[in-house]
């Protein structure tokens, strides 16, 4: 079974909608990351969390927001789609300073 | 900002020859970098780490070396096969994770 979960692994939605990506992990890591990837870009961090009550905002953090609801669970939730919100959705996890682990991604579609 | 960048947006290579990718970061208090590989349709793997007070580590088949003098890290596959092919990027990190944009290295048989 894959150590870190994504769902939906793709979405297309409508502008003005309300959308949440769930991120699921079994490593029994603190620290959970959500990027995005736009082609030609470079992984964006979105929101991170050290620990359950943690939440911090990263480089592009407008239009988004996110829950830990349990060391294992960190969602993000798009509260009103726009079309440039169209990108490739990663969560990712980690031990203190050291590699990230990656899901799948959500490709997401904003129409 | 911080950044990382990437040398070459893609790499051909004949298989079994060595490739080298390159990237250089620009906040000099990183201290950990990691290289990913990233396949379509898939998540970024892990493929190798290096702190700074190293200045090479090996794995099986690939190697990192990091010059910290001028801000530069680079990957060094061998005998590149083409299971190879993907997008390659690394990433420096102080606090936060700084990724570079990726290298796609083609394979050619």
């Given amino acids: 079974d894959a150590d870190v979960t994504q769902t939906p692994r793709n979405r297309i939605t409508k502008t003005g909608k309300r ?7 079994t490593k029994g890591h603190d620290r959970m990351y959500w990027y995005r990837q736009d082609p030609g870009l470079g992984l964006q961090l979105i929101y991170y969390s050290f620990d359950v ?16 609801q349990a060391q294992a669970k960190f969602s993000l939730s798009l509260e009103s ?13 980690s031990d203190l300073a050291n590699e990230q682990f990656f ?6 579609t904003v129409l | 900002g911080e950044s990382v960048g990437l040398h070459l947006p893609t790499l051909s290579v004949q298989e079994g020859d060595n490739s080298i990718i390159n990237c250089a970061y620009s906040n000099s208090a990183s201290d950990y970098f990691i290289w990913y590989k990233q396949e379509s349709g898939k998540g970024p793997q892990f493929i190798i780490d290096i702190r700074s007070n190293m200045d090479k580590r090996q794995g099986q088949r690939v190697t990192v070396l990091l010059n910290k003098t ?12 083409p299971g190879d092919s993907a997008v390659y990027f690394c990433a420096a990190t102080n606090v ?14």
Avoid: W
């Fill in chain 1, 19 to 25: 959308i949440m990506l769930e991120c699921s992990q």
């Fill in chain 2, 70 to 81: 001028v801000k530069h890290l680079s990957l060094q596959i061998a005998a590149t096969q």
């Fill in chain 1, 53 to 68: 009550k943690d939440i911090n905002k990263g480089e592009i953090s407008d239009g988004y927001s996110v829950s830990r």
């Fill in chain 2, 96 to 109: 936060r994770y700084i990724f570079g944009t990726g290298t796609r290295l083609k394979v050619l048989a």
């Fill in chain 1, 81 to 93: 789609a726009i079309p440039n919100q169209t990108a490739l959705y990663f969560c990712a996890t």
């Fill in chain 1, 103 to 108: 899901g799948p991604g959500t490709r997401l």
